[in-house]
């Protein structure tokens, strides 16, 4: 299996900061990587695809890079609904895997 | 608009068996594979496994292999995840999903199973 890990696991901010999530696959997998948000009790939210995609609906403020095994996830100006914890997924190849978050907090 | 809703919560005692369905609208239900994934409390999600809706191939991690079974029934735009010889650990929230990561990412509202005897 594909492991995914992201770091930081936590980081706290400030409303109106640029906000940088890395997430490193074990193997290469192009640009088959998701990053989903998800706050509690609410199923994730998709936010990119294939690397730096931007699904509909999206605000601009966020954007991805990267392949092969180093990915990004860029917030350039935290809003407070952007409070949540941020997940990575490669669809490279099954079983599709999931990094094991990063806790977006409020300074 | 596409809309997923899944059946209710479930309580079940170990060993036990349950089945989650999943009611797709608002598109041609062949046209997108529907996935599952499982999320503990706490935890990362993890897929469990998917199924082609127009031919019903399947596919399932590993980790779940041979308690999971996913069927689908076309005629009624419903997929269906079984899982059986339940344990504490699947304890969790069951999500279906069309089209993981893709353009076409619609998620159900989510299915919390408890297992406790």
């Given at each position: 299996?594909?492991?995914m890990?992201?770091?930081?696991?936590?980081?706290?901010?400030?409303?109106?900061?640029r906000?940088t999530?890395?997430?490193r696959?074990?193997?290469?997998?192009?640009?088959?990587?998701?990053?989903?948000?998800?706050?509690?009790?609410?199923?994730?939210?998709?936010?990119?695809?294939?690397?730096?995609?931007?699904?509909?609906?999206?605000?601009?403020?966020f954007?991805?890079?990267?392949?092969g095994?180093?990915?990004?996830?860029?917030?350039?100006s935290?809003q407070?609904e952007?409070?949540?914890?941020?997940?990575c997924?490669?669809?490279?190849s099954?079983?599709?895997?999931f990094g094991?978050?990063?806790?977006?907090?409020?300074? | 608009q596409?809309?997923?809703v899944?059946?209710?919560?479930?309580?079940?005692?170990?060993?036990?068996s349950?089945?989650?369905?999943?009611k797709?609208?608002?598109?041609?239900?062949t046209?997108?594979?529907?996935?599952?994934v499982f999320?503990?409390?706490g935890q990362?999600?993890?897929w469990?496994?998917?199924?082609r809706?127009?031919?019903?191939d399947t596919n399932?991690?590993?980790?779940?292999?041979g308690?999971?079974?996913?069927?689908?029934?076309?005629s009624a735009?419903?997929?269906y995840?079984?899982?059986?010889?339940?344990?504490s650990?699947d304890?969790?929230v069951?999500?279906?999903?069309t089209?993981l990561?893709t353009s076409s990412?619609?998620?159900g509202?989510?299915t919390?199973?408890?297992v406790?005897?």
């Amino acid at each position: 299996d594909i492991q995914m890990t992201q770091s930081p696991s936590s980081v706290s901010a400030s409303v109106g900061d640029r906000v940088t999530i890395t997430c490193r696959a074990s193997q290469g997998i192009s640009t088959w990587l998701a990053w989903f948000q998800q706050k509690p009790g609410k199923a994730p939210k998709l936010l990119i695809y294939s690397a730096s995609s931007l699904q509909s609906g999206v605000p601009s403020r966020f954007s991805g890079s990267g392949s092969g095994t180093d990915f990004t996830l860029t917030i350039s100006s935290l809003q407070p609904e952007d409070f949540a914890t941020y997940y990575c997924q490669q669809a490279y190849s099954f079983p599709y895997t999931f990094g094991q978050g990063t806790k977006l907090e409020i300074k | 608009q596409v809309q997923l809703v899944q059946s209710g919560a479930e309580v079940k005692k170990p060993g036990a068996s349950v089945k989650v369905s999943c009611k797709a609208s608002g598109y041609i239900f062949t046209t997108y594979a529907i996935h599952w994934v499982f999320q503990a409390p706490g935890q990362r999600p993890e897929w469990m496994g998917w199924i082609r809706t127009g031919n019903g191939d399947t596919n399932y991690s590993q980790k779940f292999q041979g308690r999971v079974t996913i069927t689908r029934d076309t005629s009624a735009s419903t997929a269906y995840m079984e899982l059986r010889s339940l344990r504490s650990e699947d304890t969790a929230v069951y999500y279906c999903v069309t089209a993981l990561s893709t353009s076409s990412d619609y998620w159900g509202q989510g299915t919390p199973v408890t297992v406790s005897s």
